[in-house]
């Protein structure tokens, strides 16, 4: 028995020895081209970055009265806009800190139960109530850090500390 091809083996002829082989010139080719488009592409990232207007710093803003919130208790505002929770807490008379809410691992809300830990319970992940750095679990960053200013009794966020 005779074997035929099918008619489209003779109408397109392919070597498959040769297909899969590509020549120095090509693979260098597509380097040059890969390596190119790369370059142009980090190119308009800075100049992005570059001529982006640069970030006002939000304005000063009221968290409430240093009588809302007692030694050993925390409050929850919203810092710089509505979508950022925030929270105050009093670790003594004199004493105020204020964090960003999100856990800086996968964005979980903190809490603060006294103590001297913020806890993120998703992942088991703790900060130091004192100055947000990680004490334990997988958060890469501390807390972002809200500086504030009492003024005639009246507590105000006034920036980020990242």
């Not at 040059?32 to 982006?52: D, E, H, M, P």
């Not at 204020?98 to 088991?124: D, N, R």
């Not at 004192?130 to 004490?135: A, P």
């Amino acid at each position: 028995m005779k074997q035929t091809q099918p008619k489209w083996k003779k109408d397109f002829p392919l070597d498959h020895a040769e297909e899969e082989h590509v020549s120095r010139r090509e693979f260098a080719k597509f380097l040059v081209l890969t390596s190119f488009g790369l370059f142009i592409g980090n190119c308009w990232i800075a100049a992005k970055q570059w001529l982006r207007p640069k970030q006002q710093p939000p304005p000063d803003t009221l968290i409430g009265s240093l009588d809302e919130v007692r030694i050993g208790e925390m409050k929850q505002f919203h810092y710089p806009d509505e979508k950022s929770p925030a929270i105050l807490i009093r670790l003594s008379k004199n004493e105020l800190v204020a964090y960003g809410q999100k856990c800086t691992h996968l964005s979980c809300a903190v809490f603060w139960e006294g103590g001297s830990k913020i806890t993120c319970p998703c992942h088991h992940g703790f900060f130091d109530v004192r100055d947000g750095h990680v004490l334990a679990g997988p958060p890469p960053r501390p807390l972002p850090r809200i500086p504030l200013k009492i003024s005639d009794g009246r507590v105000y966020a006034v920036g980020w500390e990242v």
